[in-house]
């Protein structure tokens, strides 16, 4: 988790404002916790809002007070996922224009020292 964390906020240094965070348990309780009354969540495929879709019933019949907002992902990205880009890092494929550069170095290295990616 720490690994990840870094990384987003490596990734998204540019943008003033933004903290990054982990929490554990309930999306919904850390939303109160902060006094967050909107929760964003991307979607890619039709297969993502299956899940979603039932993930925000459950936390607005556990919260009311919070809404949930899904946003589309570009259809130039909307193929990606963190196990396809592995597979293919692992296959000795370029996903530079993927993933975010700091991300790409990690892959990069960990490719390199035998981690697991």
Do not use: H, W
């Amino acid at each position: 988790v720490e690994e990840r964390i870094s990384l987003i906020k490596e990734a998204t240094k540019e943008f003033q404002g933004l903290r990054v965070e982990s929490f554990k348990g309930l999306v919904v309780e850390y939303a109160r916790s902060k006094n967050i009354r909107i929760i964003l969540r991307g979607l890619r495929m039709i297969s993502d809002f299956e899940y979603e879709f039932q993930m925000a019933l459950t936390n607005r019949k556990l919260a009311p007070e919070i809404e949930t907002i899904f946003m589309m992902t570009s259809e130039k990205y909307s193929f990606i996922s963190s196990r396809l880009i592995k597979e293919a890092v692992s296959l000795g494929a370029d996903v530079s224009e993927f993933v975010p550069p700091p991300v790409y170095n990690a892959l990069i290295n960990k490719l390199k020292t035998g981690g697991k990616l």
